[in-house]
């Protein structure tokens, strides 16, 4: 008896959406210590279908966009307005916190200067933590409080 053939399914391409209280802040935090192309959106969408589509009716948005450096993949930045927002602290143990890694030429110093500028520093210590030799980490968290990890690129 034959086994029936089975259909194997790749993705080819993904992007990044991030819901955030205010994207000002968040092109600035990219753009100038990270390094990010963030294009600031303009203006307000007040599409009320698509407003609906996405649960929120009434409101409007506004999406500032951006490549990963070195990558192929869009990170796209949404504000709501006329809509109730909260800003929520996950903690790198909460089951569902969403931690972006980024691989960076050099984890301690980037650290460092994330840090002089007053980025808040979760690693334990304030400061990259060594994985295994020759392999550091950090973690700090965005101005949104989204958990970015610093990986040494390969």
Same mark, same amino acid.
């Given at each position: ?71 192929? *993949? !869009?990170? /796209?930045?949404?504000?709501? $307005? ?6 929520? +602290? =996950? ?16 984890? *301690? !110093?980037? /650290?460092?200067?994330?840090? $002089? ?6 690693? +334990? =210590? ?29």
């Amino acid at each position: 008896m034959q086994r029936p053939r089975r259909r194997r399914w790749f993705v080819i391409g993904g992007i990044v959406l991030l819901l955030v209280v205010s994207v000002g802040s968040l092109v600035r935090f990219y753009t100038d210590l990270l390094g990010f192309d963030m294009q600031l959106g303009e203006s307000f969408n007040d599409n009320q279908l698509m407003a609906a589509t996405a649960g929120t009716p009434g409101a409007s948005f506004k999406q500032s966009r951006s490549m990963i450096p070195g990558t192929t *993949v !869009a990170m /796209t930045l949404i504000e709501f $307005a006329h809509i109730e927002r909260r800003l929520r +602290a =996950g903690r790198v143990q909460d089951p569902g916190t969403a931690i972006l890694q980024l691989r960076v030429r050099d984890v *301690v !110093a980037l /650290t460092a200067s994330l840090k $002089a500028a007053g980025v808040i520093v979760v690693t +334990a =210590g304030g400061a990259p933590v060594e994985v295994r030799p020759g392999f550091p980490i950090s973690i700090v968290r965005d101005p949104n409080n989204l958990l970015l990890e610093l990986l040494p690129a390969p």
